[in-house]
Structures are given as structure tokens and as C-alpha cells.
């Protein structure tokens, strides 16, 4: 079946700007995750959702993150007011329990 | 914080066998994860550990050691398309996310 596909996979911003990055999850996948990966480092944890409940949004860098999943389907992350520190590769992971995570191929967001 | 340590890049040849370390702290530990990351690709499960020992599944093996804080991946009969970053992620108690560490690139000579 389908994987995790997201939406746009690159995406150009200027400083200031907003933008939103989607995620579609595997279908029937509870548990959605939004990571934030810098060049040549680990995947850091942004937030979480079961359904549509965002039960952790821990890693959420500032109030200018905004993640939301109004349906307990596809996922959104809005970043309001881009800055230079925002670009990196956002990925989005669904589960359909709490022993693997299948990711997306993420959102290459750079800010100039 | 709950850092996760693993060596930043290896190199080995073709054919032969590599050991990737990952240490962390082990307060609240509950499960640590493998995955496999090629270059501007997604990461892609390799293994899960929970308990200790060794898991194998084909030409990979994951061992854990919970009083150590230790793990570490084995890859045996390197291929080339085994040059990828390998990522150990632990999950803690009281939370679904997962901590990942930087990674380890490897880099697999023929």
C-alpha cells in the first residue's frame, strides 16, 4: 500500500513568510509524529498526535510552530514568520503502534 | 536532557563486518530503535530492542544492554548499498516521541 507522502517535498521562503507543510499518514496509522532534521544530524521530535488529539508538542521550537490534525488523518505544521534557523528537512512518521514509526519523505524547507 | 551518543562517521570495506555503538542514559528507557537513513531519503526501520541481548534479522543484528545504557547494530557481509547514516532512537517512559542520536555515517569501501 501507500506510504507516508508529503507535501511540497521542497520548499523556498523568504524571511517573514509563512508556510504550511502537509503530511498524509499511512491509512488507519494512529500515531503521527513531525520531526525536525538539521543537516547531518538526528531527527529532533517536534510533536505528536493519537487521532486528532496532539497529546505532546514538547519539541515545538517557538509559538511560530503550529501543527494540527483536525480530522486524526492528514496532518498539518504551519511555521508563521520564517526565519533562517527554520530551514531544515521536515519529516512526518505515522504508526500503527508504539514499536516502529514509518516516515515520509519529508519537506526540505529553506529561508532565505 | 536525554543525549544519545553515537560515533559521527565509520568506514569499512566490502565484505566485512561493522559494529555501530549508541550509548544514552538510561533512566526511563523504554525501547531503542534502529533506522537506516541514505542520503536525502527517508529513515527506514532496521530493529527493535527492548529487552536485553542480541536480535538478528539477516545480515543485521541489534544487541542491548539496559544496565549499560548500550547498544549497538552489526552489519555483516557489507554491501555497498549499505553506505547510508544509521540512527539509534530510544524511547522513553511517560512519552510516544523517540529521542534519536545525530547518527553515524558509513561509508563502505569496495
Known amino acids: 500500500g501507500a506510504g507516508v507522502s508529503q507535501s511540497p517535498r521542497y520548499k523556498v521562503a523568504k524571511r517573514g513568510q509563512d508556510v504550511a507543510l502537509r503530511c498524509d499518514p499511512i491509512?488507519?496509522?494512529?500515531?503521527l509524529f513531525w520531526y525536525q532534521q538539521a543537516l547531518g544530524q538526528g531527527p529532533e521530535f517536534l510533536t505528536y498526535?493519537?487521532?486528532?488529539?496532539?497529546?505532546?508538542k514538547s519539541g515545538l521550537p517557538s509559538d511560530r510552530f503550529f501543527a494540527e490534525r483536525p480530522e486524526g488523518s492528514v496532518s498539518t505544521l504551519k511555521i508563521q514568520r520564517t526565519q533562517q534557523e527554520d530551514s531544515a528537512v521536515y519529516l512526518c512518521?505515522?504508526?500503527?503502534?508504539?514499536?516502529?514509526?514509518?516516515f515520509g519523505p519529508g519537506t526540505r524547507l529553506t529561508v532565505t | 536532557g536525554q543525549n544519545i551518543d553515537q560515533p559521527t562517521e565509520m568506514t569499512a570495506t566490502e565484505g566485512a563486518i561493522v559494529q555501530i555503538n549508541c550509548t544514552y542514559q538510561?533512566?526511563?528507557?523504554?525501547?531503542l530503535f534502529w533506522y537506516q537513513q541514505h542520503a536525502g531519503e527517508a529513515p527506514t526501520f532496521l530493529s527493535y530492542?527492548?529487552?536485553?541481548g542480541l536480535e538478528e534479522k539477516g545480515r543485521f543484528s541489534s544487541f542491548l544492554s539496559r544496565s549499560k545504557g548500550y547498544s549497538y547494530l552489526l552489519l555483516k557481509e557489507l554491501q555497498m548499498k549499505d553506505s547510508a547514516s544509521y540512527l539509534c532512537?530510544?524511547?522513553?517512559?511517560?512519552?510516544?516521541?523517540?529521542?534519536f542520536g545525530p547518527g553515524t555515517r558509513l561509508s563502505v569501501l569496495p
Open positions: 512518521a505515522s504508526s500503527p503502534s508504539a514499536y516502529e514509526q514509518y
Open positions: 491509512s488507519g496509522h494512529v500515531s
Open positions: 498526535f493519537q487521532n486528532e488529539a496532539q497529546l505532546d
Open positions: 538510561t533512566s526511563g528507557f523504554n525501547g
Open positions: 530492542n527492548v529487552l536485553d
Open positions: 532512537a530510544v524511547r522513553f517512559e511517560g512519552g510516544q516521541n523517540f529521542v
